[in-house]
């Protein structure tokens, strides 16, 4: 899929590494270029420092955001599977895109 960053580059689908085998699974890419598929993901996968560091050049209230979140009790808050299906709703809602649910909720 064309790349969320950077519009001229492709990137992988998958969510995690198992999401990614689903992937190669389904889609039958043959078993010599799994690896190298998988050495590609594992190889230019942000951590979590550069996903915090693109999300902080991308948009202003992002370090509030941080702030709050890193000195406050809400970092220890956990999301419950019908938390995640309104805001996986209210996203369809705002962008009129269909996100796969279930990389959410097994």
Known sequence: MPSLRE???YQLRAFNEFRL???L???KIPKDSRQKINNLYNHHIMS????KEDLLKRA??????FDVWENSNMKNMTITSVGLSLAHANYHI???KTLELGIWIK
Not at 48 to 51: G, R, S
Not at 60 to 65: I, K, T, V
């Open 7 to 9: 519009p001229e580059k």
């Open 21 to 23: 085998k689903e992937y």
């Open 25 to 27: 699974e389904i889609y």
């Open 48 to 51: 979590e420092k550069e996903v």
């Open 60 to 65: 202003d209230f992002m370090e509030h955001l």
């Open 94 to 96: 705002k962008t009129g």
